[in-house]
């Protein structure tokens, strides 16, 4: 039985296909820099050392990569997806902007830059399953800018904070 639109059926396929190619590589990184950071691989502390990171932060940025990846791959889920996504950006583009403000030559953001562009490739093209059927980009934003401006003008001046 044939299909009644191939050429769509093709362009699902492709699109399927670059889904995957663009979420292994990200989901394969997290698992295997989650297990750098936990085990304190000398390439990941040496890098933190010269970046001026704490520590201890490997240890908080390994725990966070391992369930990203779990739930990149995992089926359903879609809400913790678009964190995961969120989680996976924040942690490559912070990467290359580290490199870039430290002084190191765009070879070293690299990596990182590939890996944020694999992800949003990824959170582009997932299949429908695996989208938050209810997301709201506008009202989230104009909810945390409310927030942040709330805060703002609800915080002390800075003198009236000083003992």
């Known amino acids: 039985m044939t299909s009644p639109n191939p050429r769509a059926d093709a362009l699902s396929r492709i699109r399927t296909a670059a889904y995957w190619v663009t979420t292994l590589p990200v989901a394969a990184e997290m698992v295997k820099g989650g297990m750098w950071d936990l085990t304190r691989e000398p390439f990941a502390v040496e890098t933190f050392d010269q970046l001026g990171y704490p520590r201890y932060f490997?240890?908080?940025q390994g725990i966070c990569k391992l369930p990203m990846a779990a739930v990149l791959l995992a089926p359903g889920m879609p809400r913790l997806k678009e964190w995961a996504y969120a989680g996976s950006l924040a942690v490559y583009l912070g990467g290359a902007a580290s490199h870039l403000a430290n002084g190191?030559?765009?070879?070293?953001a690299m990596?990182?830059?590939v890996l944020a562009?694999?992800?949003?490739?990824?959170?582009?093209?997932?299949?429908?399953?695996?989208?938050?059927?209810?997301?709201?980009p506008i009202g989230a934003t104009l909810r945390i800018g409310r927030g942040i401006l709330h805060a703002l003008l609800s915080a002390p001046p800075p003198e009236a904070a000083r003992p």
Request: aromatic share 10%.
């Open 111 to 113: 990596p990182a830059t």
């Open 58 to 60: 490997l240890t908080i």
């Open 117 to 136: 562009g694999f992800a949003a490739a990824s959170w582009a093209l997932r299949p429908t399953a695996r989208r938050d059927p209810s997301p709201d």
């Open 104 to 108: 190191n030559p765009r070879k070293f």
